[in-house]
């Protein structure tokens, strides 16, 4: 029996190129399907971009109260800007390292409307924000997926936001109140 176990060809240690290849393969499958699941979707970055937007329209309210300065704010196709005066009274972006830096949306998100007083916001415009408020009540609908989230601010820079939609879809429940300032 031992010369029976002598006598078949002795296998090298180590993988095949095949076996090498074949697990290779199956990572780059497995870590293709974890990027695709971990990125959010649409709805989830519109809901992201609008609780933002909300967020800096607040803090810019409150910083023109505290310095004096105005701050204004312009919806741009795919994101928003904010902007300060410079020594010549001329409107300037907030350099990229400032929170006011312009923002660009990610994925199908959008602005579908903004309105001042009820009256759209004409293309290019800006929105000023001085020490004592805006000239009118803001409402900014933002986009993505199958959600609508609309961002409401009052002259005196109390911002509010809420899903636009009664009833979760699919799910019969009623859609949570986001608002940052119920009222």
Same mark, same amino acid.
């Given at each position: 029996m031992r010369r029976a176990l002598r006598a078949l060809p002795a296998r090298d240690s180590g993988f095949t190129l095949i076996e090498v290849m074949l697990v290779v393969v199956i990572i780059a499958v497995l870590s293709s399907m974890l990027v695709i699941v971990a990125l959010p979707g649409d709805a989830a970055l519109a809901d992201k971009e609008a609780r933002r937007l909300a967020a800096l329209l607040e803090l810019a +309210? %409150? #910083?023109?109260r505290a310095s004096g300065q105005s701050v204004a704010w312009s919806p741009e196709r795919a994101g928003y800007s904010f902007w300060?005066?410079? #020594?010549? =009274?001329e409107w300037n972006r907030f350099p990229d390292t400032s929170v006011y830096r312009r923002r660009t949306f990610g994925g199908q998100t959008e +602005?579908? %409307?903004?309105l001042?007083? %009820?009256r759209e916001l004409p293309q =290019?415009?800006?929105v000023t924000i001085s020490p004592y408020g805006t000239r009118g009540l803001i409402e900014a609908t933002i986009a993505g997926g199958n959600a609508q989230f609309i961002l409401r601010g009052d002259v005196l820079g109390?911002?509010?936001l809420q899903r636009n939609a009664d009833v979760k879809a699919g799910t019969g429940r009623p859609v949570p109140d986001l608002?940052?300032?119920p009222g």
């Open positions: +309210f %409150a #910083e023109t300060q005066r410079n #020594e010549d =009274g +602005f579908r %409307a903004v001042i007083d %009820a =290019g415009d800006r109390r911002i509010s608002r940052l300032h």
